[in-house]
């Protein structure tokens, strides 16, 4: 265990851009948009903060189902990690018990929807993140 850490230490020494790469991805994971702010790319994480929020907004307003962790069914474990995506969000709807009612009509499926995709947008935009902080991206 002492080998790894050591091993971190020292890539995160040789390379301090990497380390705060993964800064940038955990800002924009817990928070819409916080990757692209930590970046200067202002209205990139405005337009990211924005979308995420707004459609995690609507489908909770539909009626839309939060996932709760569990061990049961393949889908509702794929939802799960889809709403884990924008995981301040998700905190904060678990804590004050939104989206904790079944789906009884077909618009609350769609919230459902909408939340999960919410999340996945997150994802993609904290990776983005990433990749500009690396370098990869301009």
Request: with cysteine; aromatic share 12%; hydrophobic share 55%.
């Amino acid at each position: 265990m002492a080998t790894s850490q050591a091993q971190a230490q020292k890539l995160a020494e040789a390379n301090p851009r990497t380390a705060r790469a993964y800064g940038v991805f955990f800002a924009g994971w817990v928070v819409p948009g916080a990757g692209h702010f930590m970046e200067r790319r202002w209205w990139r994480g405005l337009l990211v903060f924005a979308a995420v929020v707004v459609l995690f907004s609507c489908g909770l307003a539909m009626g839309g189902k939060v996932y709760s962790p569990n061990a049961g069914d393949v889908l509702d474990i794929l939802g799960f990690f889809g709403d884990m995506g924008a995981a301040g969000l998700y905190a904060l709807a678990r804590i004050a018990g939104w989206g904790a009612a079944p789906v009884q009509i077909v618009v609350a499926d769609y919230g459902t929807k909408f939340v999960v995709v919410a999340g996945l947008l997150n994802f993609i935009a904290a990776v983005d993140a990433h990749d500009i902080a690396l370098g990869k991206k301009r």
